[in-house]
């Protein structure tokens, strides 16, 4: 089954600890993206990549770390989480090989609360 | 990329057509319109895009007016699992990224 999978789905930490949330995607898609949304904003991007060790910050990306070392898989890390980064975040690919970026899918979501 | 207008919300009764405006009046010849929907606190899910013509697939139907000034998703016959934010947005065909708004929450009725 296509999927773009996330882990953990739900993840409670504290200030200043280091967390990496996991992506994965099996559609062999270029394209990856990390979003946060959060009440009355919207979802917002935070860095995206277009391919293996090509990365870009998006609208928010203070505060965050990516890397893109393999097409499946990208991680978003938080060196050092603050309360403000508490969010519901989603991971998303597009782009197959050779193909039209039309459909972007989406994970299931990574709840965070930093206290 | 152009801006979008949706109602905050909208209702309809289980088994009438939804239909759904939008709003991009600044729209440029090389965008789509594109529609996502999110479920409660689910991953956003594509519906359906569209250039100048008219579109239908199993999910929807889209409607974009001749000037591509504003368009309209059609849910035939909303069902209650239909009830989410739809978002309408443009961009323009080359790009990736979507930028999302606050969209429309549809409640569908019993």
């Known amino acids: 089954e296509a999927q773009v999978t996330q882990n953990p789905r739900y993840l409670i930490t504290v200030t200043g600890k280091k967390l990496t949330v996991t992506c994965s995607q099996n559609m062999n898609h270029e394209y990856m993206s990390w979003y946060r949304q959060d009440p009355g904003l919207g979802l917002r991007q935070i860095y995206y990549?277009?391919?293996?060790?090509?990365?870009d910050k998006g609208d928010v990306p203070e505060g965050y770390k990516v890397s893109r070392k393999e097409k499946r898989n990208f991680p978003l890390i938080l060196e050092s989480p603050s309360p403000n980064q508490t969010s519901l975040y989603f991971c998303?690919?597009?782009?197959?090989?050779?193909?039209?970026?039309?459909?972007?899918?989406f994970g299931p979501g990574t709840r965070l609360t930093v206290l | 990329d152009a801006k979008t207008t949706q109602p905050p919300s909208m209702d309809c009764a289980e088994g009438r057509a939804a239909n759904l405006p939008c709003n991009h009046s600044?729209?440029?010849?090389?965008?789509?319109v594109y529609w996502y929907r999110q479920i409660h606190s689910q991953g956003p899910q594509y519906i359906i895009h569209?250039?100048?013509n008219n579109e239908t697939n199993e999910m929807a139907s889209l409607i974009i007016t001749e000037d591509r000034k504003s368009s309209t998703l059609i849910l035939p016959h909303a069902t209650l699992r239909d009830t989410a934010v739809y978002y309408c947005?443009?961009?323009?065909?080359?790009?990736?990224?979507?930028?999302f708004g606050t969209g429309t929450r549809l409640q569908v009725t019993l």
């Open positions: 998303a690919s597009s782009c197959p090989s050779g193909g039209f970026c039309n459909e972007q899918f």
């Open positions: 947005i443009v961009r323009p065909g080359t790009a990736s990224k979507l930028t």
């Open positions: 569209g250039l100048k």
């Open positions: 600044t729209i440029s010849g090389n965008e789509y």
């Open positions: 990549s277009m391919n293996v060790e090509v990365t």
